[in-house]
């Protein structure tokens, strides 16, 4: 229908959006207390928050009834693990001034959720998304061979682990929210551990003393969760391959961000490159609107 396409593409453009721009001021922000604990209280406050919509929404017993799905949780499981692979590479990229590559992942990423739609789900590809797909390569192509050489691995990582995680989500009928905090949960003790063991040896920013900065971290959380939600309901509705090409709107404000406010290095042909891709997302989007 195309009242579900709407929605999906507004939820999608949403999340996509939060990653892109607020995500990355945030997390940058509190960068400085070192990558590790920061991947720790992204892990542990987005499943306290989940925690507590779920009770809100009184969710518990669909919660209990999905658990009881051997399929589902090992699914589950296998996403969790994925999310929290692109979590912490992404917080790594951030912490260590590597945004760009971060970014880089993340154009690479629609075109093997493209792909992985199409041979998983028989999603179509005619001749007009066809086209902005090879524009999309084209200009990636362009920016490996005149500036990075070679794929960096953060990207690469970013790239496969987030793909993969929309093509698992994608096949498991369940609940959004109710399948993020299954998915948190199955990280929470391992957050919990290395809490645990920074906190024994003195080397973390989080305690009492400073009450601000706690809570600031605290909004990890809500900053994992609400894109989160938003970009998975998209994939849910209009499926990857419209969502990836939405996505582009992530890595796009990463480069102006990268650039402009963390004065990253942003050459011509990174500019070029970037034009080609954003006419390959009007092709695509355009196309996708004119067929729902």
Request: charged letters at 15%; proline letters at 3%.
């Amino acid at each position: 229908m195309k009242s579900n396409f709407n929605k999906g593409l507004i939820l999608t453009s949403l999340g996509s959006f939060w990653w892109g721009f607020i995500g990355v001021i945030y997390f940058e922000s509190v960068s400085f207390i070192g990558h590790t604990e920061l991947v720790v209280h992204r892990c542990l406050w987005t499943a306290v928050m989940l925690i507590i919509t779920t009770t809100f929404l009184m969710k518990w017993k669909l919660f209990i009834k999905e658990i009881k799905n051997k399929k589902k949780i090992l699914a589950l499981f296998l996403s969790g693990l994925l999310i929290f692979i692109n979590w912490s590479i992404w917080i790594y990229a951030v912490a260590t001034d590597r945004i760009i590559d971060a970014s880089f992942g993340y154009f690479i990423m629609p075109i093997i959720s493209v792909l992985l739609g199409y041979i998983f789900f028989k999603e179509k590809l005619n001749q007009k998304r066809i086209l902005s797909i090879s524009l999309v390569t084209f200009s990636i192509i362009i920016l490996i061979f005149f500036n990075l050489q070679s794929l960096p691995w953060v990207g690469l990582i970013v790239a496969f682990s987030w793909a993969f995680y929309n093509l698992v989500r994608k096949k498991i009928d369940i609940d959004t929210d109710i399948g993020l905090l299954i998915e948190s949960l199955y990280i929470l003790p391992f957050a919990l551990v290395v809490f645990y063991l920074i906190s024994k040896n003195g080397l973390n920013d989080f305690n009492l003393s400073n009450p601000g900065l706690s809570l600031f971290l605290i909004l990890a959380g809500p900053m994992t969760v609400i894109p989160l939600f938003l970009y998975v309901r998209g994939v849910e509705l209009i499926g990857l391959g419209p969502t990836g090409m939405i996505f582009y709107i992530t890595p796009t404000l990463q480069f102006i961000l990268g650039y402009f406010y963390y004065n990253e290095n942003f050459s011509l042909i990174k500019f070029v490159s970037f034009i080609i891709i954003w006419i390959a997302v009007i092709i695509y989007l355009k196309d996708l609107y004119e067929k729902n």
